[in-house]
């Protein structure tokens, strides 16, 4: 094997090991959310006054509740960077 296709294959599972990182963290965030963040959609949900407000914190906080139930993904919403591979 060549030196120059050692260094492709080095470069190439470093690519992979940062694409994989990559995917879990991505994913982890989308079914770990933090205390406090959970927190804050809640203090939102109460302090809401508008209906169509209300309705919009509930349908958040009940995609999180499935989301822990079923251990899927948390329904993103339009803030959530989508990637395809």
């Given at each position: 094997m060549s030196n120059k296709q050692t260094i492709w294959q080095v470069e190439e599972n470093i690519y992979k090991e940062i694409e994989n990182a990559?995917?879990?963290?991505?994913?982890?965030?989308?079914?770990?959310?933090?205390?406090?963040?959970?927190?804050?959609?809640?203090?939102?949900?109460?302090?809401?006054?508008?209906?169509?407000?209300?309705?919009?914190?509930?349908?958040?906080?009940?995609?999180?509740?499935?989301?822990?139930e079923e251990n899927m993904l948390i329904m993103p919403g339009y803030g959530h960077t989508c990637f395809f591979h």
């Amino acid at each position: 094997m060549s030196n120059k296709q050692t260094i492709w294959q080095v470069e190439e599972n470093i690519y992979k090991e940062i694409e994989n990182a990559c995917k879990e963290i991505y994913i982890r965030s989308l079914k770990d959310l933090p205390p406090d963040i959970r927190a804050a959609v809640q203090r939102a949900y109460d302090k809401e006054t508008y209906e169509t407000g209300k309705q919009i914190l509930s349908t958040i906080l009940k995609n999180i509740d499935v989301a822990d139930e079923e251990n899927m993904l948390i329904m993103p919403g339009y803030g959530h960077t989508c990637f395809f591979h």
